[in-house]
């Protein structure tokens, strides 16, 4: 068995949904056991009377971290399948201290005001009501703002692969980091409140004994230190295949997408997919697929996106292209998809279309218009001895100025991240 | 019978509390290859109000149309929607064995009632603006990016303490 299960197909979105409900009674039910249904106590953090948002926050992550981890370098949980939020330097440091100073305001973050308001908090209940009132002041002015929000952006990566250390190594660092954190807050604890910690919940507190708190504390120590040691929790880029499941995968007629409908989705600006080309760079550089990265067959790698990315792979005649659909498909990519016909039927079929006899005037217009949105030219006369169009040059409008009927607000994928 | 003790639990040792929700955490990880989220769904809520009230300018509003999707179907059948809604029920299903359901303001000795729910209602404002800038809240960013070791949710936990501890000396009267 694989996880994420979601994201190996093992249910639907329907049954997903159920499943989310489940999480968040269990996510709502730890909130209010650790207290974070009182303004009061989660606003003490900031006064250093009662620190448990730290601890909280702050064990939640360790545990996870490491359980994340450990699950992921035994090969059970593929690591590059679990969603991460991309990252924009400036926009996360301003929103964060936005969220910061809100917090301190108003007593809550989102997901404990859910909770405050649950077991009866009116003022849990306001800030809920501020909160919508100002997510709905924010979509009104986001259109001014959208520059800024999507600046400096860092694209989804990790803390190890921004800092070239290993992924355990920093596993362990943060493990460390976080037990000292706790010393210093039982020791604030003591200085600010007085209040005399009770030894059964304390890391720090006398007498020295081995108490459950002081178990987990060192087990999460112990797991961090394995992590330090052992290798990366990636899959590697030795993978075995099961050459029936792919056999079978390859057969199917669901693994290629024609021309018109790429060009149908490009014109209407969606952002779910990849648009991979697989050629040299210099055929990339002398003429593309407006949107398409380049990534030559040789330096095909499985980082350059995640892998449940829906990613469609296009070459010349196609040839090159499969060879990377099994490639892609042999690393776990779910949804690759082969532009059929490769770039000769982008060209004669979306570029420089010709009519047929069979097909009627109007989808001849449409075609004409596709063909002039990406720089082609119809094909009016059937004179097939006439040369060669040429290809168009490489600036045809992208999204601005699409053909009639195109302007509609693209329908675009919805976000994951919270 | 036993006589039922009506006064409230004390609260969960932190250390529990959190290692609980590290679990949950790791187990929406493992189920759904996502993490935990809030305001988010208070996005869609936003979002699906605007369209059913102005549909035409919510349609036109990029915003919006992140979080509607493609019309293919209700933008509340939303995965963070459902988690959030268990967020309330579980909320409550703790408060009610806890006997800590209770009609109540939080706020300190030195301010009345009227102040603190405008405080309130300004500090869950610029909460909802501050994730919206940030992409997440303290769920969807801090703890879950923060478990993933994601570069920007690190940034943006160190600033959710920096700016709570930045101002925290002026609303002093509001807590202590």
Redesign the interface.
Known sequence: MN?????YGLFG?ET????????????????????F?????L?????F?DL?VL???????????T??YL?ARIG??DLS?????????V??????????????????????????????????M???????????????V??S??TF?HSTS?GQ????A?FHVS?GL??FA?VLMALAA?AAAEWAEKKTAGKLP?P??S?TALPWRLTP?RR??FGLAALGLAAALAGSPYRGARVTVDTRDLALRASHDATSLAPATLADWIIQGRNDFALVDVRSETDFASYHIPTAQNLPLASLNADFAPR?QTIILCSDDGTQAAQAWFLLQAQGFRSVYLLSGGLRAWRDQVLFPKPSAEAPAAAFEKQAQVAKYFGGAPQTTGASAAPAPALPKLAPPVLAAGPAGATQ?????????? | MESPDRSPQP??????????????????????????????A??T???AA?HAIAPAHA?????????L???SRS?L???????????????????VL?N?????????PRISTAP??A??????????????????????????????????????????????????YF??K???
């Open positions: 996880a994420p299960f979601f994201k979105d997903s949904l159920i499943l989310a409900f489940v999480i968040g009674i269990a996510f709502g039910f730890f909130l209010e056991r650790a207290g249904g009182s303004g009061r106590k606003a003490a953090q900031f006064y009377t448990s601890k909280v926050m702050f064990t939640a992550i360790i545990t996870a971290m359980g994340v699950l059970f949980l399948l679990v969603y991460l939020v991309p990252t924009f330097v926009p996360q440091i301003v929103g964060g201290l936005l969220l910061g100073v809100g917090f301190v305001i108003g007593g809550y973050c989102p997901g404990t005001s859910c909770v405050s308001a649950a077991t009866g908090r009116i003022d849990g306001v800030y809920l009501a501020g909160m919508l009132a100002g997510l709905f002041g924010f979509a009104e986001y259109p703002l959208e929000l860092l990566i990790t803390l190890p921004l992924y920093l596993v943060v706790f009770d059964n919940g890391l708190v987990l504390a449940n607000p693209p329908p675009k994928k919805k976000k994951e991240g919270c | 609260y969960w040792n932190s250390y529990w509390a959190g290692f609980g929700l590290g679990l949950v955490l790791l187990a929406s990880f493992v189920i759904m290859g996502r993490g935990l989220g809030a305001s988010g208070f996005t809520a936003v979002a605007a349609g036109h509003n990029a915003f919006y149309a992140e979080y999707g493609d019309g933008p059948k939303d995965w963070l929607v459902f988690e959030v809604l268990g967020v309330f029920a579980g909320g409550f299903l703790s408060g806890a800590r359901l209770k009609f109540t303001v939080e706020k300190g603190r729910l405080l309130a209602f300004t500090g869950g404002a610029l909460m909802g603006i501050g994730a919206k800038i940030a992409l997440g809240c303290t769920s969807g960013q801090a703890l879950t990016g923060g478990a993933l070791l994601n570069v920007g949710s690190w940034a943006f936990m160190l600033c959710v303490f920096a700016g709570a501890y930045a101002v925290a609303v002093r509001q807590w202590t």
